[in-house]
């Protein structure tokens, strides 16, 4: 059974840059999908970015993020990671990290259902 633990609450100004971890009780080596959520207040969770492997690591990031949003993996600490550059007061949310043995790709990184195993999510604030 994995387990995926974030870090804690972040705020920061706009323009300012954070960096989200999740550790995992799993080697990330064993997942095939990988990604990291946006709920924003009153809105439904969202996928901004995702590793999926397909014989090697793709990244996908939606058009919200993409430029200023990395993802990343560091598979001998199970960690994955989110490097959050030039933050809006629309990113404002809870972010959750989240993590599937199934394959997702563009069609589906981003779509909250093929992920079986989520971390607890971190409020994050953009003032």
């Not at 064993?30 to 809105?43: D, E, L």
């Not at 970015?49 to 560091?74: C, L, N, P, Q």
Request: glycine share 10%.
């Amino acid at each position: 059974h994995v387990q995926l633990v974030e870090s804690g609450e972040e705020s920061v100004q706009a323009g300012g840059s954070l960096r989200l971890s999740c550790a995992t009780s799993a080697y990330t080596g064993t997942m095939t999908s990988m990604a990291w959520f946006h709920q924003a207040p009153g809105k439904e969770r969202e996928g901004v970015a995702a590793i999926v492997w397909e014989g090697g690591d793709t990244h996908y990031y939606s058009e919200s993020v993409k430029g200023r949003f990395t993802m990343s993996r560091d598979i001998a600490k199970k960690m994955l990671y989110l490097e959050m550059n030039n933050l809006r007061p629309e990113d404002t949310g809870v972010y959750y990290c989240a993590v599937d043995r199934r394959w997702t790709g563009a069609t589906w990184f981003h779509r909250a259902e093929r992920y079986a195993t989520w971390g607890q999510g971190t409020q994050v604030t953009v003032s």
